[in-house]
């Protein structure tokens, strides 16, 4: 059989996801894409590859998986007990994975969703030029025992390094998420727009990859002419009101126009906190300015380098230390980022 | 420039949509002048938009500019914007090049629109005046939105601003026309609506086993054609295209 992995149990929402579908909002479709955008890029940076690669994105559990070959792994975002062939494995960390092997992903201990990366990526047929499954748009489908999923060649198929980790970057129990203005954010009082930022939400069950629900503790958030409010395009990271004065953040599966208003519009960067949150974790928001917001952001790309510099083996043996210098030497020529 | 967008109400409008998006709004209601206005100039974006900029698309009467910060400051792309808002008229500008006339069959009524006669009778007509009106306006596709390649068709004659149901149709299938609010839509996917099912086509707006799927573009217009069950029935059985008996010519 050629290169592939084996599904042989999925988690209830297991999909292919990777950066998405950009261009196609004139078309009534989102970007869709991973939900948590640096977990994407951990993987890539750890299997040394490109960040456009795709990956299993896990929503809340794993599942059993098999390669028809030797290959490479990598483990990130929500944090997932993982063991392979009943050893157990590192999270946010790469390994090798020999063909027969059976790799278990249980429940996440913290965040929603976990990845798991293959080096080569995995190479199921793109359509308008992403693997990402969009649900929202029946793009795709989650996936079910007995799917193979075709992988690509691997970047480093000789030196075939794995075995690195990266700190732990905890995105997984809420925390505050910083906002820019949007469309409607004039619509809403300065008062009414101080009280959402003294208000600790959480995230209710009732949420998915097009959007999230937050519940929160006092009145409802209402601004002026609300009802009237002709459909204006919107996107990933858009705080809606909903009708009931309660914010609905948009991820990334998001509808592209929508009539409700918006309060304001979270950072690239701290999306994922949204996405990641589980019920009962705090969330709260912050207005920055636009200088303060360019002052912390960070391309992808950009990403992906200064991740790089972080990289460390997992185990502290000469042969790794050899590894990690010579990675280290050509680390600045790489950017992943194509 | 200032970042407080509370003041801002002078149309056409240039607001932030958080850090990596920009709005540009030429109405807060829907006018045909505004959607042409929208039309035309992310036309002319597509062609002469600054390096940094990402993806325009169109809602009625609004245009969305996806940039990346880090390539194109939001200043510079408020200055490119704005010069670009003066350089013409844009609510009598000429619509893009290259837009389609599509005819799609329609069996309007009975099984196939549920709610001919009630529509009808909200705006004033008998039921075989309106599917008069209905199939022989053009309509122009006014914007692609709540779902992939799904139409909302514009605009009826005043008489057809007729409201959303309070409650919701629970479900009508795929390739539905329905109306309210001087539009049609035609849904791409059974789905339930608040608006009011007056017709059916074996049209698919959104076609995910092709390489071109998205059958509509905005700005094309549409005529829909009144046929027999039968005839949608046969023009249907067998259509690996989606497009169900519709045809289509370039708008000269």
């Not at chain 1, 894409?33 to 990956?55: F, I, Y």
């Not at chain 2, 002319?44 to 698309?57: D, I």
Request: aromatic share 6%; with cysteine; glycine share 10%.
């Amino acid at each position: 059989m050629s290169r592939a992995l084996i599904v042989h149990r999925a988690g209830p929402l297991v999909t292919v996801q990777d950066r998405g579908r950009p261009g196609q909002m004139a078309f009534g479709l989102s970007r869709g894409g991973a939900a948590d955008w640096r977990a994407l890029v951990e993987g890539a940076v750890l299997l040394r590859q490109s960040a456009g690669c795709a990956a299993l994105e896990m929503a809340g559990s794993g599942g059993e998986y098999e390669a028809t070959e030797d290959i490479r792994i990598a483990l990130t975002g929500a944090p997932m007990a993982a063991h392979l062939d009943g050893r157990r494995l590192v999270w946010n960390a790469s390994h090798r994975m020999a063909a027969g092997e059976r790799l278990s992903i249980g429940a996440a201990s913290a965040g929603i969703y976990g990845y798991l990366h293959v080096a080569g990526g995995i190479a199921t047929r793109p359509f308008l030029g992403s693997h990402a499954a969009h649900l929202a748009a029946a793009i795709g489908a989650p996936l079910a025992p007995g799917d193979t999923l075709p992988i690509g060649a691997d970047p480093e198929p000789d030196s075939g390094k794995a075995g690195y980790c990266l700190p732990f970057d905890d995105r997984f129990s809420g925390g505050t998420l910083r906002v820019l203005p949007s469309v409607h954010t004039g619509r809403f009082s300065a008062r009414t727009r101080a009280r959402f930022e003294a208000t600790v939400f959480s995230r209710t069950p009732r949420g998915n990859r097009q959007g999230a629900e937050l519940s929160f503790d006092g009145a409802p958030f209402s601004s002026q002419g609300q009802l009237s409010i002709l459909s204006e395009p919107m996107m990933a990271g858009d705080i809606q009101m909903t009708g009931e004065g309660i914010p609905f953040v948009l991820l990334p599966e998001c509808q592209t126009t929508g009539g409700y208003p918006r309060i304001g519009t979270i950072l690239p960067q701290d999306l994922a906190l949204v996405a990641q949150a589980t019920p009962g974790a705090a969330l709260r928001f912050r207005f920055v300015t636009h200088e303060e917001a360019m002052a912390v952001y960070q391309p992808p790309g950009a990403l992906y380098r200064a991740l790089s510099q972080g990289l460390q083996p997992l185990l502290r043996d000469p042969h790794d230390i050899h590894d990690l210098l010579s990675y280290q030497l050509i680390s600045g020529a790489i950017t992943g980022w194509n | 420039m200032s970042r407080d967008q509370t003041e801002q109400t002078r149309l056409p409008r240039i607001v932030n949509v958080g850090l990596c998006a920009v709005l540009v709004s030429f109405c807060d209601e829907l006018r045909e002048s505004a959607n042409r206005a929208a039309l035309a100039f992310r036309a002319e974006l597509e062609k002469t938009a600054p390096e940094g900029v990402l993806e325009t698309s169109t809602s009625l009467t609004s245009v969305l500019v996806v940039y990346d910060p880090a390539r194109l400051g939001v200043a510079d792309l408020h200055g490119h914007l704005t010069d670009l808002l003066q350089s013409r008229q844009w609510e009598k500008a000429d619509l893009p090049d290259n837009r389609r006339l599509w005819r799609i069959p329609t069996v309007f009524g009975g099984a196939h629109g549920l709610q001919l006669q009630e529509a009808a009778a909200l705006a004033g007509l008998s039921e075989a005046e309106a599917l008069r009106q209905l199939s022989a306006a053009r309509l122009r596709v006014m914007t692609i939105g709540f779902a992939p390649g799904q139409p909302y068709l514009g605009s009826l004659a005043p008489h057809w601003d007729i409201p959303r149901q309070s409650g919701l149709t629970k479900q009508v299938p795929a390739g539905a026309i329905a109306v309210a609010i001087r539009q049609l839509v035609m849904f791409t996917t059974a789905t339930p609506t608040g608006w009011r099912w007056v017709g059916q086509t074996g049209f698919r707006g959104f076609r995910p086993e092709s390489e071109t799927p998205f059958a509509l573009r905005p700005g094309d217009e549409v005529q829909l054609v009144p046929v027999s069950t039968e005839e949608l029935e046969a023009a249907s059985a067998g259509d690996q295209t989606g497009d169900a008996g519709a045809t289509w010519e370039i708008i000269a």
